[in-house]
């Protein structure tokens, strides 16, 4: 399995654009997480689905953050418009739905900076 | 899910010499979770402890828990270069599906 895939690896954008992170799970994985990085906050949980549907949004920093799972193997985060604050990596990780004894796979994530 | 404790937040040994991190939480668990994130990367899961569960091996890791003192440890011995990263534990109160959050990690250097 190629794990976790995420796009694009880096994005450097002006601020006020639309930014779409793209995530594909590894096959089978029913629940999907989307995570931030950075220095002054650390790893923030964002949003995760199981089976697709969203389960608790509640780390989405503001409004200008959305997320989407259309289908088992696709998820994207958009952020609209963007701002410099919003520069951070964003990692996404899948994990089996009963994930009792097992861990999360992270992507190698998407480093965002806004400009 | 509730966050970890990392402790210490840096750790420098030598090539060679052990390492242990700790991570203390609030409430019960159902199990724990280490993970490793080298720079620039992703997580790796590194091992699982479930709540009934005292201690676990895994190659050079060695994780013990305490649930009654609500702490884990991470034990790398014989530590390599290749081991210079940040270690996350995190407590898992709700099987796994309910999101891990994760707190600011310990960061262990280790010299040649």
């Known amino acids: 399995d190629a794990g976790v895939i995420q796009s694009p690896r880096h994005e450097v954008t002006e601020m006020g654009q639309e930014v779409t992170l793209r995530c594909k799970p590894i096959?089978?994985?029913?629940?999907l997480f989307w995570y931030r990085q950075t220095m002054m906050r650390g790893l923030e949980l964002l949003i995760y689905f199981n089976n697709n549907v969203p389960i608790d949004d509640s780390g989405m920093p503001e409004d200008r953050f959305s997320a989407k799972m259309p289908n088992a193997s696709f998820s994207t985060l958009k952020i609209q418009p963007s701002e410099p604050r919003d520069s951070a990596v964003y990692f996404c990780a899948s994990a089996p739905l009963q994930a009792a004894g097992f861990g999360y796979t992270f992507g190698s994530g998407t480093r965002l900076t806004v400009v | 899910s509730q966050q970890g404790e990392e402790d210490p937040q840096a750790l420098s040994i030598q090539e060679g010499e052990n390492a242990t991190m700790n991570c203390s939480y609030k409430?019960?668990?159902?199990?724990l979770q280490w993970y490793r994130q080298n720079s620039g990367r992703g997580l790796v899961h590194l091992i699982l402890?479930?709540?009934?569960?005292r201690e676990k091996h895994s190659g050079r890791l060695r994780v013990t828990l305490d649930t009654s003192k609500k702490s884990s440890s991470l034990l790398i011995t014989a530590s390599r270069a290749a081991d210079t990263a940040s270690y996350f534990c995190?407590?898992?109160?709700?099987?796994?599906?309910?999101?891990?959050?994760f707190g600011k990690g310990t960061h262990l250097i280790i010299q040649p």
């Open positions: 409430t019960s668990i159902n199990n």
């Open positions: 096959s089978g994985h029913n629940s």
């Open positions: 402890i479930r709540s009934n569960e």
């Open positions: 995190a407590p898992d109160s709700g099987g796994g599906a309910d999101g891990l959050t």
